[in-house]
Structure formats: C-alpha cells, structure tokens
C-alpha cells in the first residue's frame, strides 16, 4: 500500500502532520511486517549557485530526527537519477498536485523516487524485479 502527502508551511506545517499522520504511519508495524521502519529523505545541500536560499528544510531535517527516533537515511539530490519519473508513470506511482491538494506533485513524486533509488542502490530484488524486470 502506497500512501502519500505533500505537506506545505515549513516547519510548522511539517511538525503539525507529524503529530496528525507521520507519527501514526512509521509507527504501524504492520505495514513493515514488525521490522524497523527506515524513513528515506533528500538530505539539503546548498548549491554553490544559490545566493539566497531557503534554509527551512535544515530545520525540518532536525525536527525529523528527533520525532522520529528511527533511521533515516539521507540521500542527495543526485540519487534521484537512479529512478527516472517513467518508472513512476509507468507503474501508476506518478502523482498530481490535484491528488495532494498541492499545486504540483513534484516533493511527492521525489520522495518515491527517493524510495526507489534506496531499494535500488540496496539491490532489493522485488524492487528489481517489479520496476526494471532484472536483478540489477
């Protein structure tokens, strides 16, 4: 089962859906058949290219290292070109901002991307299997 959210106001929007949903999904056991639930996140880095950058998502990584409790593994920007969006499309995994009630769906379908690429560079071979017909 896939469920997904694009949560928006920084910070505080990000610590409200925490105490609302977050908390909630990577505590249901179920859905990791009792095993550690392992949260993937696209870890910020300041572009050499940025004069004036938008730092909030420092203090979003911290909050969810200490909400969580768990591991979170960070990956940079450059993991997403693991996973072409054609694996989302292709797969009905591709999502709208009308879906997320957002006006587009790009954090949303990152963070998949994010997912995949993790299950991939791990060699999971459902993953493989199910989205690139190999081992690989």
Known sequence: ??????VGDGLTGFVDWWEETG?????????????PIVVVCEKFVLRSNQFVADTEPLLIEG????????????????????V???????????????????????DTNDAIIHALAYLKKNKHV???????????
């Open 63 to 82: 909050a969810l290292s200490a909400l969580h409790g768990g591991e979170i593994v960070w990956q940079l920007r450059s993991d997403k070109s693991l």
């Open 23 to 35: 908390r909630k999904v990577v505590m249901y056991r179920e859905w990791a058949y009792m095993k």
């Open 84 to 106: 072409e969006d054609s694996v989302l499309k292709d797969n009905g995994l591709w999502h709208t901002g009308k879906y997320v009630g957002w006006k587009d769906a790009r």
């Open 1 to 6: 089962m896939l469920k997904v959210w694009q």
């Open 126 to 136: 459902p993953t493989l299997k199910k989205y690139w017909g190999n081992n690989d």
